[in-house]
């Protein structure tokens, strides 16, 4: 069945439920359809018998498409998967979950479920990779060698960085974060009955590079609009702290973002590094940098009060990664150990049996998987061209997206490449994609989530 066929179907199947109206599924069916002409891969037919032991480290968004994409274009292909996790979730549902939009079993299946079938799946850790020798060590299950390895293990969320808050504690203090299954249902009652009573909400960011730059900022906006729903933005003081220099670094849509909070009234600092949570004071604690006009950079300590609160988590590249002499070792992307991969190859600069894409991977593009999506067809015409011995040829350009709800019912739906040019997706580039907009919302809600599941995960986009 074509990713066309496949998607409709779960549309049409939407639609008798009663969860989306005809005119919606119309809608939703124009705009998911440019998406998937884009992406679908029509050059299946060929499939190369050329044949490696290749070993998938992480099965998330990036080693599960990796596989899927794999099976299909290699024939009877050696692929081992190592991950140790029950459940794949489908993250860019969390914001929609402490949003009230989708309940907490909207967002996973079993990983069992996502394993494409002739793969092997290892249900571990690997703890070390020993890329001069082909061969990586796991917690529980030995070692295992490979002819050409795939790191995608995502990132390490570095708790160690924030006082006064872990892991076991979110939500306490009505501290919330939605990079956390568990964290997002905790977010949605705790914003609901905030935005119901008023007080002040403080958000941030994190000073690392992180998952989803849009996400932090779509729950403020939601906060928002909650209030707003609920008549009581006179109620609310809401103030965005970010680690970055600016709100949003894409020109096309920074300048409609940064007006809507300042329409909404919500001030927004910069250069703020959360550092503590108070959570019995309920107090947030940043540094904020301030360069002065002479270059010179001078710190303050910010500390806020607040009612609720929405953080997030310095991010890095897992332990093992670093450990296992994989990581840039200079530049931006080194500090948090970073995968050492080529921008445009989504080879490892080093050991060139390597590829590296999605989150781990230290490349200057955003961490989404719309970005994943765009960096399969490539990760694997460059493996499959290295395991032939041609040259590998694909070339990434550095494309993400990143769907910013900013109010229920209407997404600043932000496509780029590595230039922070618009790489606006026909036929939205019909509209000013600049604004935000309501068939944007549409495919934010209804339709990448399938598209996800059904398509990416398969192979099939
Ligand atoms: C709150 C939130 C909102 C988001 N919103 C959006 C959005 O709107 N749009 C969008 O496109 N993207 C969004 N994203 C980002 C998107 O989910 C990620 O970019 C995407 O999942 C990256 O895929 P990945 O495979 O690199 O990592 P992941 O999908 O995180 O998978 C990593 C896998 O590696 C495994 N692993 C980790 N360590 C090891 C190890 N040592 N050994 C073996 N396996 C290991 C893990 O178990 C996991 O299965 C959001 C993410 C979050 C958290």
């Not at 049409?12 to 119309?26: K, N, P, T």
């Not at 480290?57 to 050696?78: E, S, W």
């Not at 940098?289 to 991010?315: N, S």
């Not at 019912?409 to 026909?426: A, H, N, R, S």
């Amino acid at each position: 069945m074509s990713a066309e066929t496949k998607f409709e179907k779960e549309m049409e199947r939407l639609q008798r439920e009663g969860v989306i109206s005809r005119s919606q599924f119309l809608q939703i069916m124009a705009a998911a359809g440019a998406f998937l002409a884009l992406g679908t891969d029509k050059a299946y037919a060929a499939k190369s018998s050329v044949r490696a032991k290749i070993v998938i480290v992480g099965g998330g968004a990036a080693g599960i498409g990796m596989a899927a994409r794999l099976l299909r274009k290699l024939h009877n292909p050696d692929i081992t998967i190592i991950d140790p996790s029950e459940k794949h979730f489908y993250q860019p549902g969390f914001t929609l979950i402490g949003g009230g939009v989708y309940g907490k079993d909207d967002v996973w299946r079993s990983q069992e479920e996502c394993m494409p079938s002739g793969v092997k799946w290892v249900k571990d850790k690997v703890v070390m990779v020993h890329p001069t020798l082909n061969k990586v060590d796991t917690e529980k299950s030995g070692s295992f060698d490979y002819d050409f390895m795939v790191l995608v293990p995502g990132v390490k969320y570095d708790w160690s960085r924030i006082e006064g808050i872990t892991y076991e504690t979110i939500g306490e203090g009505n501290a919330h974060t939605i990079y956390d299954w568990r964290g997002a249902q905790m977010t949605w009652p705790a914003m609901k009955e905030f935005s119901e009573k008023g007080g002040r909400g403080v958000f941030c960011d994190t000073y690392t590079k992180h998952k989803c730059g849009g996400a932090p900022k779509k729950i403020c906006l939601l906060t928002w609009d909650n209030a707003r729903k609920s008549g009581t933005t006179d109620k609310i003081d809401l103030h965005y702290y970010t680690g970055s220099k600016q709100l949003y670094d894409v020109p096309h849509f920074t300048p409609r973002l940064e007006e809507i909070y300042r329409e909404r009234n919500i001030p927004v600092d910069m250069n703020c590094k959360l550092k503590a949570i108070d959570t019995h004071a309920k107090k947030a604690y940043f540094e904020q940098t301030i360069t002065a006009a002479d270059g010179t950079k001078t710190t303050h300590e910010i500390g806020t009060e607040y009612d609720f609160m929405h953080f997030l988590v310095p991010q890095c590249a897992p332990d093992f990664v670093r450990e296992s002499g994989l990581s840039w070792t200079e530049g931006k992307l080194a500090a948090d150990g970073w995968a050492m991969i080529d921008q445009q190859t989504l080879i490892h600069k080093t050991y060139t049996n390597i590829i590296g894409l999605g989150d781990c991977a230290g490349i200057p593009t955003s961490k989404t998987s719309a970005a994943v999506r765009k960096q399969l067809p490539v990760a694997v015409d460059n493996l499959i061209a290295l395991m032939e011995g041609r040259t590998p040829e694909a070339i990434y350009n550095g494309y993400a997206a990143c769907p910013i709800v900013t109010e229920y019912g209407k997404v600043l739906m932000c496509e780029f490449d590595y230039k922070k040019e618009p790489q606006i997706t026909f036929p939205l580039s019909l509209l000013d994609m600049s604004k935000e907009q309501w068939v944007a919302w549409l495919l934010k809600v209804y339709a990448l989530k399938p598209i996800y599941f059904e398509l990416m995960l398969r192979g099939l986009y």
